[in-house]
């Protein structure tokens, strides 16, 4: 079964400062990976996501993600934080070939601040 | 594109009372998923359908829980004599049948059990 880690529970950077938050995924095949975003009282939003092809994938307010598969990583970037950026990050693996095509595992999510 | 949306935002429900939630979809979608969340914890898998076909449901959805999609557009989920554990966000999403992971979420009914 495939599952996703993201070791970072919380993290607060300031404004202007870059960003990195950190996802480990496991699954035996090639997985679909995502990123997304909730703020408080808000569904989830997709940032980015996976499927094949360049390692690194550009997405939506900035945000870049690269995926490494020696290291069963996704880690998502953000060169310049805005305050507007402090929400959850949840990162996400789909499974393929498993009669679940259509289902989506999520990390724990990573909770950033922003200080001013 | 509307969004998908969802009905209530928020529910709060003594222990024993059934509760119904809906979901209305983007409405070229044909796929339709409910998600749970917990406090403190990633959004969980609990079942999907293709048009009115509920094609897989979780181990989390136990006999208390029934969806349906009657006529392929919207949901609902209904929990029946709910329990405290029950207390999570309820989070719909759907997607297009082709670009099946492509989910695009609610906002999701916040369930209180007392």
């Known amino acids: 079964a495939q599952s996703v880690t993201q070791p970072d529970i919380h993290i607060t950077v300031s404004e202007g400062a870059s960003l990195e938050l950190r996802c480990n995924y496991s699954?035996?095949?090639?997985?679909?990976l995502f990123w997304y975003v909730q703020s408080p009282g808000q569904g989830l939003q997709l940032l980015l996501k996976?499927?094949?092809?360049?390692?690194l994938v550009q997405g939506i307010k900035g945000f870049e993600a690269e995926f490494k598969r020696s290291q069963s990583s996704f880690n998502l970037r953000k060169p310049s934080v805005h305050w507007s950026d402090a929400a959850e990050y949840f990162c996400?693996?789909?499974?393929?070939?498993?009669?679940?095509?259509?289902?989506?595992?999520f990390g724990t999510g990573t909770r950033l601040q922003v200080t001013l | 594109d509307t969004g998908v949306s969802q009905d209530p935002r928020h529910k709060i429900t003594k222990r024993g009372q059934n509760v119904t939630f809906r979901c209305d979809p983007i409405?070229?979608?044909?796929?339709l998923y409910w998600y749970r969340q917990t406090l403190g914890q990633g959004p969980e898998f609990l079942t999907y359908?293709?048009?009115?076909?509920?094609?897989?449901k979780s181990r989390l959805l136990s006999d208390r829980f029934s969806a349906e999609r009657p006529k392929g557009s919207f949901s609902t989920l209904e929990i029946q004599r709910t329990e405290q554990g029950d207390s999570a966000m309820y989070l719909c999403?759907?997607?297009?049948?082709?670009?099946?992971?492509?989910?695009?979420f609610g906002p999701g009914t916040r369930l209180t059990v007392t």
């Open positions: 996976y499927f094949s092809g360049d390692t």
């Open positions: 699954y035996g095949a090639t997985p679909y």
């Open positions: 996400a693996v789909g499974a393929l070939n498993t009669g679940t095509a259509s289902k989506l595992t």
């Open positions: 409405s070229e979608h044909n796929r």
């Open positions: 999403a759907s997607s297009k049948r082709q670009s099946s992971y492509e989910q695009y």
């Open positions: 359908f293709q048009n009115e076909a509920q094609l897989e």
